[in-house]
């Protein structure tokens, strides 16, 4: 599975992005999807994830209530809506992928794009 992620950017605290993410090559509802992201110097850490229908979708607490995990199976494609920015938002946000069901782990995903820079200025 190829991961496209992209949609990253410049932008002010308080202002939204959204993030896309278009894997190729497998059946997508096959795979559980998540988002992660990684600042300088800081470890890469799960931000949100949805189960492969999309039923349900997992949040890391800071973000919870301000991102928003979205998939859309018939388009083959993975959302992460994220509104009200903070500095601390800055990041490189990576899709990732793994066949069955969802985790938190990063370790267990094998499928990973190549990452969209977001950087929110205050």
């Known amino acids: 599975v190829h991961l496209q992620a992209c949609g990253g950017g410049l932008v002010q605290a308080g202002d939204s992005l959204r993030l896309s993410c278009a894997p190729s090559g497998r059946t997508f509802s096959d795979y559980s999807m998540s988002w992660f992201r990684q600042a300088p110097g800081k470890e890469r850490e799960f931000v949100a994830g949805i189960t492969r229908s999309g039923g349900r979708t997992f949040y890391k607490d800071s973000v919870e209530g301000r991102f928003t995990a979205s998939r859309d199976n018939a388009k083959n494609t993975l959302y992460l809506q994220m509104n009200s920015l903070k500095p601390e938002d800055t990041a490189v946000y990576f899709c990732?992928?793994?066949?069955?069901?969802?985790?938190?782990?990063?370790?267990?995903?094998?499928?990973w794009g190549q990452g969209t820079l977001v950087t929110v200025s205050s």
């Open positions: 990732a992928g793994r066949y069955g069901v969802f985790t938190y782990r990063p370790i267990q995903y094998v499928y």
